[in-house]
Nanobody, 125 residues
Framework: QVQLVESGGGLVQAGASLRLSCAAS????????MGWFRQAPGKEREFVAA????????AYADSLKGRFTISRDNAKNTVYLQMNSLKPEDTAVYYC??????????????????WGQGTQVTVSS
C-alpha cells in the first residue's frame, strides 16, 4: 500500500504563507491523483485541492479564491500545497490523500484510498 507523510504545518499569523509537503512511498506515485483536504474542529473534512498524475490538471475549493496552489514532483514522490495570505478560518488539520490510478479528480474524501496522518496549520488573528 501507499504511505503518506505530511509536513510543513505550523503556527503563523494572518497574512503569512506556508508550504505543506506530502511524501509518498512506493514507485507508483506518479500514477496517482493526489489531493489535499482539511478538517477544522467540529466541521466535516473538506476538499482543498487535487492534482492529476502528470500535474496537468488541478482543482480547488471555490472558497480559496486563488490563495492556494497544489503542485507535485513525481521524481521526488512529493506533492505540495502552497498556502498564501492565510486567514484564521484556514486553521485546520491538513491531510494528504491518494486516489490513483484514476482518470478524473474527485472532490469527495471517500474517493481517496490512502491518507496521511495530517499536519496542523494554525493561523492567529
Amino acid at each position: 500500500q501507499v504511505q503518506l507523510v505530511e509536513s510543513g504545518g505550523g503556527l503563523v499569523q494572518a497574512g503569512a504563507s506556508l508550504r505543506l509537503s506530502c511524501a509518498a512511498s512506493g514507485r507508483t506515485f506518479s500514477s496517482y491523483i493526489m489531493g489535499w483536504f482539511r478538517q477544522a474542529p467540529g466541521k466535516e473534512r473538506e476538499f482543498v485541492a487535487a492534482i492529476t498524475s502528470s500535474g496537468g490538471t488541478t482543482a480547488y475549493a471555490d472558497s480559496l479564491k486563488g490563495r492556494f496552489t497544489i503542485s507535485r514532483d513525481n521524481a521526488k514522490n512529493t506533492v505540495y500545497l502552497q498556502m498564501n495570505s492565510l486567514k484564521p478560518e484556514d486553521t485546520a488539520v491538513y491531510y494528504c490523500a491518494a486516489d490513483g490510478p484514476k482518470t478524473y479528480i474527485s472532490r469527495t474524501s471517500r474517493s481517496y484510498d490512502y491518507w496521511g496522518q495530517g499536519t496542523q496549520v494554525t493561523v492567529s488573528s
